[in-house]
Structures are given as C-alpha cells and as structure tokens.
C-alpha cells in the first residue's frame, strides 16, 4: 500500500476563483508593505553596525540586573533578551546582549568588550562571552547595498533565463511570483520582528531559487501541454498542467519541508530565524507557483503556435542519454 | 531499449566510489586531522616515534583531505581590516623633502630663499621669495619626478607639482597613489601574514578584500581582540634626533620636526627631527632579551646600510640625546655616550616580558606600511561551535531519516532507489567540499538539510512521470524510458535556476552566506547527477535482473 498525499487523478479548478486568489496575495502583499514601511525590519547589526555579545551562564538570567550594570558604562543604545532553547543543557542561560554602533565607523574595542565582561562579573559571576560579534556602521552600509544588489540580481538572472527557455510571459509570471514571496517574506520578518541578517538574505535567494523550481516544472508542463493540445483553451491547459503536476510539487513540498522542520526543532536557536525563513518561504513559494505565477501567465495569455523550430528549445536537451 | 552502456555503467559507479572514498575521511574526523597535522609536523621539525604513531592512525594510501569547518562551527577569530592607505603619502612627503631641498639649495639666485609651509600632511608646500624663479622651480621639482611602475598607471609621473602665486605644491600623482595603495595593501597582507605565522596558530585564512581592505580568520584563538594585539600595531620603528624635551604637548615643533609622546613617563613631550637616521625596515632581526640590570628588553641588529648610518650618526653626535620611536611614542632617549659600530643595539624600557617578546616578534616581522582600521570584528567561542555541530548533526540526521521514510512509503522499491542515491548525493557533496577544500559553515549545515529535501525532487518528477506513462497504458521498460526523457527538461530548468541564485549568493556573500552557497551549488550538481544517472542505473539494472511484466511505481 502506498502513502499517497495527491490522489492519483485530480482535477482542481485552480483558476474559478483567480480574482479571489490574486486578491489574497494583493491583500498580504500590501500588509506586508506597510508593515515594512510603518516598524520596519529587526535589522542585526551586519546591516546596522554595533556589537552583539552572547553570553552563557550557569545561573538564569536576570535581565534587570545585566542592564542595570551595562547601563553603568553608557555605551547608548543597548538592549538585552534571553535565549530559550530546547537543545540546552539544563543549567545553560544564554543572553544577547546587543550594542549599538559606536561612534567613529570602527568595530568596538577590545578593552569594551572586557569592561563589559567585568561589569557582567559582578551580576552573574563566572559569565562566559561565547561569542562576540561587532560590525563598525562603515561596512554595515555596504553589506545593505550588496544584499538588495544580490537579491535584484537573482532576479533579473533568472529573468533572463526563463525569457531565453520558454517566453516573456512565462518569464514574468515568474518574476511577479518571485517578487510576491520575496515581498511577503519581508513582511513576515517586519510583523515579527525577527532578526534580519545576512544569513536571512541567503535565505531570502534560496526562497527565490526554491519557488522558481516550482514554477518552473509547472510551466514546463505547461509549455508541453500547449503543443500537445492545441484545441484546449489556455486556462484549461493550465488547469490541466497543476493538476498533473501536483502530486510531485506536494511530495517535494512535503519532504523539504520535512527536512526543514527537524532543523527548525532540533537545530539550535542560531540558525532558527534563517530556517524560519526558508519554512515560510517553501509555502508561499508553493503556493505563489499556482496562484500567482500561473495566474498571471494566464492574465498575459501566450502565443499558442510552437510549430516553429525556434520554439523548441525545450526538446534541446531532450536527447541527452546516459 | 533501456540500455546503458557498458563504459557508463563502470564510470557513474567510478564517480560514486570516489566520491565515497573522498568524503570518508570527514567520518573520522579528529582521527584524520591529528594525523594530518603530525605529518606536516614531521616535515617541519623532524621525525619521532609519537608523530609516527599519529600518523599511522590514518592509512596513507586513503585521501585524507577533510572539509574545514567554518569559524561558526570551530570558533576562532574573525577580523576585517581597513588599511589606511593614505598614511603613506605623508611619510612619502617626508621622505621627499630633503630630496627636494637639495635640488632647490644651489638655485638660490634664481629663487631667492625658500621655506616649506605648514599644510595638509600628503603635500609640501613651498614659499618662494622670488616669484619669477617660479617656473625655475617646477622645472627642477619635475626633474625629480620617476615614471609610476604599474600597469594602469604606465606613462604617468609619480609627482606632480605645480604654482599658485608664490607657492609651490608637491603631491603625489592620481596613478602613482592607486601604484601606492596596491603596494602598500600588499605589503601590509605580507606583514600580517608573516606576524601570524611567528606566533604560530594554525589554518589562518588572510586574504585580499576589495581595494584597500584585508580579511584575517584565525581558527581556535580565544578573541578577535587577542589577534588585534598581534597585528593592530604598526610598529614602525625610528632612530630620531631629539631636538628637544618639553611638557607641552602643543608646543611649536618648527618645520620638519614633530613633538611625539613618552611611552612611560606621562606629561613629557619630546620634539624630534621628522626624517629618522634609521628606521626598522633596516632591522635584520630582534629578540627579546635583558638589559644589564635585568629588566626586560629588546635586542636589534642593523643590516649593513643601517649599520653605517647609525655608526657614523652616533660618531658625530656623541653627548646628544637620541630618542628610539616605536609608532609615535618615545620608548626611550638615552644621550648618545660614544660612537656605536657594528650596527647591534638594545630597546629598554618599561616592558614586562611578554610585551618585550611582543615587540621582539612585531619587529622582525616588520612594520605595516599604515595603519589598520578595523572594521568588523566576530569571536566565535569553541563550545558554541561544538554546540552548533551537535545540533546540526542531530538535525541532519532526523531530517534525512524522515525524507528517506517518506520516499519509501510513497514510491516503494522507487523508493528505495532513490534513498539510497539520496545517501550517494550526501557522501558526494562531502567528498567534493574535501576535495576543493571548500569551508562547511553553520547554514552550509542548512544547505545540506535543504539539500536533502530538494534532492528527492528530481526523483519524484522522474516517478511522477513513471506513474502517469504507466497509467496512459504503456509498459514498464517504456514507461521507465519516456519517464526519465520527458522529466529531463523540467529537471534541468528547475535546477539550472536554482543553480543561477547559487553562483550570486556565492560571488556577493562572504563568510558562512558564502559557504551556503557553496554546499547549495554543489548539492545542485550532485542531486541531479544522482538522479539522473545513480538512480537509472539503479533501475535498469534491477530491470534486466528481474524483467518484470508490470511495475509498481
């Protein structure tokens, strides 16, 4: 007996209620702006400079009694939470503590760092530093710059490569579903508040190429059922194309998303914001493949004639053979 | 039908194993990094019976090349510095004025008197008395000029003067000040790079970044702050004449001279001359030693040149003061008792012992060219390394355990094929980042894990496919055949795009972004290898054994 997630025949109407589903994503899409614009991003201070330290204890953390001692040393803006983990030992109390940029574009000194060390002392002797990061706002600025650079770049690659593989159409409709997770990832990071780093725009990329492998087997689908059935209007080819195609974008969701989970549990607090990104960007990568990438193809229409040779590239490489 | 050559069979089984073989040494890991350190020991310093036995540990015909862990995962320091490539001009001035002097002295009659004027650092400002001697001047001041020995800058002078009423400018050229920079940075990542050597940690990783910056990870040392007392210090060494000794710090030093700070005795100021007679460039070596009454010190020896210099200086100016400057600040001024030849000499001072050590190793290393601004600096402690190891492994393992579970409920004996491709894919990925020497990093990790998730894509379009031939009424040598040919395309976009992003995150990120990047990519290259031919093999072997009439997808 198999697991089957997808029965094996399925016909879906995905598009009865296109206007509903482009709605939805218009409507987060919005919120998700707004957000950005009205709280911003938590940015970390690889995008804002300044200095997190992360401290470890045998004691639980009291974080009135480390502010009331850092305060002492009028270092500015300084904020301090604790960490909660599940893959800690018992007596391991962890704490960030974060600094904000000290003047003059260098990273902070190293007699800071112990002052604050001795500072803590008294608080929760024997504290341990396990990690101290400081960024000076010089390079922070430039690593900001880099980041959107990479992501418009991604894009704009994957533009151009989808336009070359199939047609424009296709190729915005990718990039209007690129741009909808992108947009909504952002969002989500803006209404939580979770910390916004560098390793968060690797992410964010990896959620660009995750949600482009959706939509691109999808259309791939699609430009093979244009040719197969040239009678089928487009809406029905494309509602042909997801339903067929569903039962691996489930199977491949779901053991992704697997994988990713048992990270997001087990793989300590570290890395948890950048898996969070990715969970949430398997999803709405998914989901942005049939409602938004699909949906605008359809809203575009496409040329249906692929008699002409020039059209067939994606037979090019149909031959290959092991 | 459902043939694959015989020479392909052996090579994708080839491709297999030694990627197997590549990536087995990361299953013993401390076992093999022990030995591998003991055997670049034995090379170093010679072989004894302990090494030997480390060595051993580890069969010497196997590879033995490891992934290295990232600093997120080992701890260590990480510190990005800015050189101030500016510094050098001015010293450049310096060094040029008395040139420029001499060129100018015996013009006098044409120039009338001249006098440098007080201006900005990376420039010399000349008053002459007699304007009309003006184009005398330049014409003199550009004989001293030498064409800029780069590539981008060939064709250009490295100076360049020019007038304004009565004063002459002398600066630096734009071609010979970008000559300048590229020198200096390499000159400053050679210095670093000797100092961290000399003090002897393992594995640093010093590079190159952009134009003007350098990037320093040193693994396993305690904090960034401990390496920035290695190499934040210039340690630019003078032998100066002192001109005199004050307690004002803002006292009028005069042209050409400078008023610089006592190291140890606060509130005294001392001016000295700009131009030193000696300066540590011409240092052959240093070590730290005792002075006569047994305090910590510093011993030098001047090469041939420096010698001479600080013997004849020594020789004319007995009875004056000299000061001994180490970045700006005054060590030490002892009146000059008798001539001093064969160019040795000894620094004292207010050292401990470690700090005379310090200075001992800064200065055989040499002096950085300018001065170091660092720009961002990150210690990673060791326990949260292992801890993120722990974790990460745990996940990884959970992670793989689940997807291999699903993908044998879901497609059977497809299945199967396909998890044990997915077990190829891990170790190929391993064995490729041993290979290449790439770095693991904490969302490397993550890379991996997302690795394992995506890889069975390619598989699932294939069985996909399988199914539905199968169902349009097809055999099941046919349906295998038109499965994996119609799956192909649809496979190579997917990952081709992914790839694409890949390759971005990989040229724009740095540090752990990067090192996802990597384990993304070659995951990418891996997964639709296995896919595309581990597991065909797989099943046409099966295939042909069994020759079944009807297959279950």
């Known amino acids: 007996m198999r697991l089957k997630l997808v029965p094996a025949e399925t016909s879906f109407d995905f598009f009865g209620k296109w206007k509903l589903w482009l709605g939805i994503s218009a409507l987060m899409m919005v919120v998700g702006l707004a957000s950005f614009l009205y709280q911003g991003l938590n940015f970390g201070i690889d995008f804002r400079g300044g200095t997190t330290i992360r401290t470890e204890s045998t004691q639980a953390v009291d974080v009135g009694a480390y502010r009331g001692a850092i305060d002492t040393l009028e270092l500015g803006d300084v904020s301090i939470t604790e960490v909660f983990d599940p893959t800690f030992e018992e007596d391991q109390h962890v704490a960030m503590i974060r600094i904000q940029a000290q003047a003059d574009g260098e990273a902070i000194s190293g007699e800071v760092i112990e002052t604050i060390k001795t500072t803590l002392d008294t608080v929760a002797p024997g504290i341990k530093f396990v990690s101290v990061e400081s960024v000076g706002p010089k390079v922070s600025g430039e690593l900001v710059q880099t980041a959107v650079l990479a992501v418009v770049l991604a894009i704009a690659a994957v533009l151009i490569y989808i336009w070359l593989r199939f047609e424009w159409q296709f190729a915005l409709g990718a990039v209007a579903a690129l741009v909808h997770d992108v947009v909504l990832t952002i969002g989500v990071f803006s209404e939580l508040q979770i910390k916004f780093d560098l390793a968060i725009i690797a992410a964010l990329l990896t959620i660009v190429g995750y949600s482009l492998n959706d939509t691109v087997v999808v259309f791939d689908r699609v430009r093979e059922n ?12 494309l509602n042909l194309s997801i339903n067929e195609t569903l039962s691996r974008t489930v199977m491949t969701s779901v053991t992704t998303l697997l994988a990713l989970i048992s990270l997001y549990v087990l793989g300590g607090d570290v890395i948890r914001g950048f898996v969070f990104a990715m969970i949430w960007g398997v999803i709405v990568g998914t989901y942005s493949s049939v409602f938004v990438a699909s949906t605008i193809l359809l809203y575009l229409g496409v040329k249906r004639d692929w008699s002409k040779p020039t059209n067939t590239t994606g037979n090019q490489f149909a031959n290959i053979d092991a | 039908m459902l043939q694959i050559d015989l020479w392909k069979r052996v090579l994708i089984w080839l491709v297999c194993v030694t990627g197997l073989l590549l990536a087995l040494p990361n299953a013993f890991y401390t076992r093999v990094e022990q030995a591998n350190d003991a055997a670049i020991e034995i090379v170093a310093k010679g072989e004894t019976p302990e090494r030997l036995e480390i060595v051993n540990q580890w069969p010497s015909w196997m590879p033995s090349s490891l992934v290295n862990l990232g600093l997120d995962l080992r701890g260590g320091a990480h510190l990005l510095a800015e050189v101030k490539v500016g510094d050098v001009y001015a010293a450049r001035m310096d060094a040029m004025w008395p040139e420029v002097r001499d060129v100018l002295r015996p013009e006098r009659s044409t120039l009338g008197t001249f006098r440098r004027q007080p201006g900005p650092d990376d420039q010399i400002l000349l008053k002459i008395s007699k304007p009309e001697g003006m184009s005398r001047a330049l014409e003199l001041v550009r004989g001293l000029a030498t064409p800029v020995t780069s590539l981008t800058g060939a064709g250009s002078m490295d100076i360049e003067a020019s007038a304004d009423g009565d004063i002459l ?30 003090v002897g940690t393992r594995e640093p990783t010093i590079q190159r970044q952009g134009v003007d910056r350098i990037l320093i990870q040193v693994p396993g040392i305690g904090s960034a702050s401990e390496l920035k007392k290695i190499i934040g210090t210039t340690a630019q060494l003078t032998f100066s004449p002192v001109v005199s000794r004050g307690s004002d710090a803002d006292a009028n030093p005069g042209v050409g001279n400078k008023v610089v700070p006592s190291l140890d005795e606060p509130g005294v100021y001392f001016t000295i001359e700009s131009a030193p007679v000696v300066t540590g460039e011409d240092l052959v070596d240093a070590q730290p030693a005792f002075d006569q009454n047994g305090r910590p010190a510093v011993n030098f020896r001047f090469n041939t040149s420096g010698a001479r210099r600080f013997g004849d200086y020594t020789a004319e100016n007995i009875g004056s003061p000299f000061a001994i400057v180490l970045d700006d600040e005054v060590v030490s001024a002892p009146v000059i008792q008798s001539h001093i030849p ?79 491709a997915l077990i190829l894919n891990i170790a190929l990925i391993f064995g490729m980042l041993s290979l290449i020497g790439g770095t693991l990093t904490l969302p490397g990790i993550a890379g991996i894990v997302l690795t394992v998730g995506m890889a069975v894509d390619a598989n699932v379009l294939v069985f996909e496919r399988i199914r539905e031939e199968l169902k349009a009424g097809r055999g099941p040598a046919r349906s295998i055949e038109e499965g994996y040919s119609k799956a192909l395309s649809a496979i190579l976009d ?22 996802f990047a990597i384990t993304l990519g070659l995951g990418i290259m891996t997964s639709v290898f296995t896919a595309i031919f581990v597991t065909r093999v797989m099943i046409i072997m099966w295939f042909e054994r069994r020759r079944p009439k009807t297959i279950e997808v």
């Open chain 2, 342 to 420: 064969g160019g040795s000499g000894i620094i004292t001072g207010n050292f401990t012992i470690e700090e005379s050590t310090n200075l001992a190793v800064l200065l055989r290393a040499g002096a950085l060219p300018a001065g170091l601004e660092f720009l961002e600096e990150r210690t990673i402690g060791p326990e949260l390394g292992q801890d993120s190891i722990d974790a990460g492994k745990i996940a990884t393992i959970v992670a793989f355990v689940a997807v291999l579970v699903f993908m044998m409920l879901s497609y059977g004996l497809f299945g199967v094929f396909a998890n044990v």
């Open chain 2, 494 to 515: 997917a990952n081709v795009t992914t790839f694409i992003t890949a390759v971005i995150l990989f040229a724009m990120g740095s540090g752990p972004v990067r090192g």
């Open chain 2, 169 to 198: 400018t002398i600066q630096l050229s734009g071609a010979e000040r970008l000559a300048s920079d590229d020198r200096t940075v390499r000159q400053s990542l050679e210095i670093v790079r000797r100092r961290i050597d000399e």
């Open chain 1, 226 to 237: 244009l040719r197969k059935y040239k009678k089928k209007t487009l809406a029905e080819v």
